[in-house]
């Protein structure tokens, strides 16, 4: 009996991936909607053999005349909650391909799938498993600088304290009592609500023709062009309207001016910047063009013109990998950055900023990761439009650790 259950339920595993791999992949909402009342049944079907299965364990294990009424009440939870999954994956997978429908067509979300928040004015969520994508691609992929910041998710508008609480140190003996310490101030950040958008074509989301390659595509297209404006915002962000950037921020005033000949002098990084770095910010990092790496760090020489970069300040790079351009510097990471985020030090001004040592850790970016899709049609370029909305905000939370490396 257990036996014949067991293979009863293997088959009808079997036919439900089926059935959910051919509701991912159809184009037909009629088709969809058939097929996950089909799925229900067959869940019906698992619920039912599950509990026999588990029905024919318990006798067996147990004690002749034994009462299971601990394994009766464990299997009418597991039932619960297998048709609590059930309708949740149907529901999610029904409003996935409405959710394509309406970024490639412009077919509206249904009511019944609408979130209490989200009207045909507003746009169309984007589904959580496209979110969930596009967050684990971001932890692995891409955004050189954005990855190594810290991440937030708090209200906006309320000031946040991000320095310590000080006191003052004092001996005590018998005759004397330690005096209450003033808290003295503590450094406060405010977040706010920036809107970042992302167009997608409306050619290439009419043109996938499967849920799967829609979605995949779609995560790809977000990734690559949040995390893109991100480690530009990240480093010279205005503020207004966008995260402000290290460069912008007048908190930052810690500044090391370097002429063509010092900067690649190792002697002067050793006596101009590192003598005067405090001890407390010595685990910092580099963010330098690709190009100021090969022209002037990497072309350190002696008196005879012989390469000494590598010995006397440590200098690796791995500037072909395009997904992790990285190296060290005096023992520090580099985070190599294209000219578009810092200008390169043949073509930068005096006194433009060609290169930051900062605490990744001390910069915060704010999200919630709650994007939506707006669509509409330009009157202009007689197109429609598509755009994926999603507020953020960044900023640096402690200053001190942080340098301008300015062009002298």
């Keep these: 009996m257990l036996k014949k259950a067991q293979d009863r339920l293997a088959k009808l595993e079997a036919r439900r991936a089926e059935m959910v791999t051919k509701a991912e992949a159809s184009q037909s909402a009629e088709e969809v909607r058939s097929l996950t009342a089909q799925i229900k049944e067959v869940d019906e079907e698992i619920e039912e053999v599950r509990a026999m299965i588990t029905e024919a364990e318990e006798r067996a294990a147990a004690p002749e005349g034994a009462e299971t009424r601990g394994a009766e009440a464990a299997q009418a939870f597991r039932a619960s909650e297998v048709r609590k999954e059930t309708v949740t994956v149907d529901r999610e997978l029904e409003y996935r391909n409405a959710f394509w429908a309406y970024a490639s067509k412009g077919t509206p979300i249904p009511a019944e799938l609408r979130d209490a928040a989200t009207t045909a004015d507003t746009g169309a969520a984007i589904p ?13 992929r ?32 018998e005759s004397t009592v330690s005096p209450r310490q003033n808290p003295g101030s503590v450094a406060k950040v405010t977040f706010s609500y920036h809107t970042a958008e992302i167009r997608i074509a409306q050619s290439f989301l009419a043109a996938v023709v499967t849920l799967s390659s829609f979605e995949a595509r779609f995560t790809e297209i977000i990734v690559e062009a949040f995390l893109q404006e991100m480690d530009r915002a990240i480093v010279k962000g205005t503020g207004e309207g966008q995260p402000l950037g290290i460069i912008n921020d007048p908190r930052v005033t810690n500044v090391i001016t370097l002429t063509a000949a010092q900067i690649g002098d190792w002697t002067k990084w050793k006596k101009d910047f590192f003598a005067k770095l405090p001890l407390g910010y010595r685990s910092g990092e580099f963010i330098f063009p690709v190009s100021t790496v090969d022209s002037y760090l990497e072309t350190m020489a002696d008196n005879n013109n012989n390469p000494i970069y590598r010995q006397a300040t440590g200098l690796e790079v791995n500037d072909g990998d395009s997904q992790n351009p990285n190296g060290r510097f005096f023992g520090r990471a580099i985070s ?13 001004s005096a006194g433009d900023v060609i290169g930051i040592y900062w605490q990744p850790e001390e910069y915060a970016v704010n999200e919630n990761f709650a994007f939506t899709m707006r669509r509409y049609f330009d009157e202009e370029t007689n197109e429609w439009v598509n755009k994926a909305l ?18 002298g």
């Design 128 to 140: 959580m498993t496209i979110v969930n994508d596009v967050i684990n691609t971001i932890r692995k």
């Design 142 to 173: 891409y955004g050189n600088l954005y990855r190594k910041v810290r991440k937030l998710s708090v209200q906006g508008g309320v000031a946040y304290p991000v320095g310590a609480l000080q006191g003052a140190f004092k001996w005590i003996n």
């Design 336 to 348: 190599l950055v294209e000219e578009d985020i810092l200008p390169d030090f043949d073509t930068a």
């Design 390 to 407: 999603v507020v953020v905000d960044g900023k640096v939370l402690n200053p001190t650790g942080y340098y301008l490396i300015k062009k």
